[in-house]
């Protein structure tokens, strides 16, 4: 699909595209979609331990990811699908919390799945969304 736009962003992301051959994030039209993010340090690679500060990385990576596809970030996002190791009641707290950190003037639709395994060794989150980005 040579007509689309794709994007990885230094470090983390230009790894997993050598590595696995996909990008981090696509444009469709006025749209931005995110690849899954996980809890990774972008320039470390190396994957949080503690839930908490792996969700939160996670958001951090989505913003970054929507960012260097030319994005606003988080406030652009109206749809965000989380996978989650395993789901409960700590990882839900901290994906809201995030929610009102980030999106503190909007609220995104999302549908939450817990899962047996993720891309990664230890990621225990994958957070990927849609972003519109109709000033684009």
């Given at each position: 699909?040579?007509?689309?736009?794709?994007?990885?962003?230094?470090?983390?992301?230009?790894?997993?595209?050598?590595?696995?051959?996909?990008?981090?994030?696509?444009?469709?039209?006025?749209?931005?979609?995110?690849?899954?993010?996980?809890?990774?340090?972008?320039?470390?690679?190396?994957?949080?331990?503690?839930?908490?500060?792996?969700?939160?990385?996670?958001?951090?990576?989505?913003?970054?990811?929507?960012?260097?596809?030319?994005?606003?970030?988080?406030?652009?996002?109206?749809?965000?699908?989380?996978?989650?190791?395993?789901?409960?009641?700590?990882?839900?707290?901290?994906?809201?919390?995030?929610?009102?950190?980030?999106?503190?003037?909007?609220?995104?639709?999302?549908?939450?799945?817990?899962?047996?395994?993720l891309g990664m060794d230890d990621m225990r989150v994958e957070i990927e969304v849609i972003a519109h980005d109709a000033e684009r």
């Amino acid at each position: 699909m040579s007509h689309l736009k794709y994007y990885s962003y230094k470090g983390y992301g230009e790894a997993a595209r050598e590595k696995s051959s996909y990008s981090q994030a696509v444009r469709v039209g006025d749209r931005i979609e995110c690849a899954g993010q996980g809890g990774w340090d972008p320039e470390t690679k190396v994957i949080h331990r503690e839930i908490n500060a792996q969700i939160d990385q996670a958001f951090a990576n989505v913003d970054l990811t929507l960012k260097n596809a030319g994005g606003k970030g988080w406030s652009q996002v109206f749809r965000v699908n989380s996978y989650h190791i395993p789901l409960n009641d700590e990882a839900l707290e901290a994906m809201v919390r995030n929610f009102k950190k980030w999106m503190p003037d909007h609220q995104p639709i999302w549908t939450c799945v817990g899962v047996t395994r993720l891309g990664m060794d230890d990621m225990r989150v994958e957070i990927e969304v849609i972003a519109h980005d109709a000033e684009r």
